[in-house]
């Protein structure tokens, strides 16, 4: 079955930019979608099809896709983002990645 | 507005069933595939199961195969996990979502959960 591996925590300040990464075989090859979950809520798509944002969801936040390694990059991080952040792709089924504890300093 | 109510999680014990339902409006559900995915405690999202928008096709992990089935009614928009012989490890919160319009691919409307707790 197809492995979707993410770092499990990144931490970044307040303002900065925050990286969180998605590394599958030939990843490029898919489309990869990204989901934010916050503590006691559901989660909420940010980015899907590599690189589009549902209505609503801030500019900050952006997806890229090549090779090996997906990213979802968030920008001007704010205290709100901290959240668990997760990859998805389709193989065969629906795949997560392990998820992502991104912390705001 | 895209709305799903989960309900029907409790505390079961080891080899015990439980029904899970998601009522679900504000979009035209006859024409929508629609999943579980169920995050247990200290763990990541995992995808459950998922059916086609007539349910004519159902799929599942194959953690769960055999143990539960997934079914809808489009006659009252609401869909159904029934889960069977249940185990320590199927402890989480179960999540309805809906898929996105074509193919399918990603969840784009989210329940917020119903706690399914399996334990002596």
């Known amino acids: 079955s197809y492995v979707l591996t993410q770092p499990p925590s990144v931490s970044v300040a307040p303002g900065q930019t925050a990286t969180i990464t998605c590394g599958g075989d030939?990843?490029?090859?898919?489309?990869v979608h990204w989901y934010q979950q916050k503590p006691g809520q559901a989660p909420v798509l940010v980015v899907y099809d590599d690189t589009d944002r549902p209505s609503g969801i801030p500019e900050r936040f952006s997806g890229s896709n090549s090779g090996n390694t997906a990213t979802l990059t968030i920008s001007r991080v704010e205290a709100g983002d901290e959240a668990d952040y997760y990859c998805?792709?389709?193989?065969?089924?629906?795949?997560f990645g392990g998820g992502t504890k991104l912390t705001v300093l | 507005e895209v709305q799903l109510l989960e309900s029907g999680g409790g505390l079961v014990q080891p080899g015990g069933s439980l029904r899970l339902s998601c009522a679900a409006s504000?979009?035209?559900?006859?024409?929508?595939?629609m999943s579980w995915v169920r995050r247990g405690p200290g763990k990541g999202l995992e995808w459950v199961s998922g059916i086609s928008d007539s349910g004519s096709s159902t799929y599942y992990a194959d953690s769960v195969k055999g143990r539960f089935t997934i079914s809808r009614d489009n006659s009252k928009n609401t869909l159904s996990l029934q889960m069977n012989s249940l185990r320590a490890e199927d402890t989480a919160v179960y999540y309805c979502a809906k898929f996105d319009p074509n193919p399918n691919q990603f969840f784009d409307h989210w329940g917020q959960g119903t706690l399914v707790s399996v334990s002596s």
């Open positions: 030939n990843i490029g090859s898919k489309s």
């Open positions: 998805q792709v389709w193989d065969s089924s629906w795949v």
């Open positions: 504000g979009f035209t559900f006859t024409t929508y595939a």
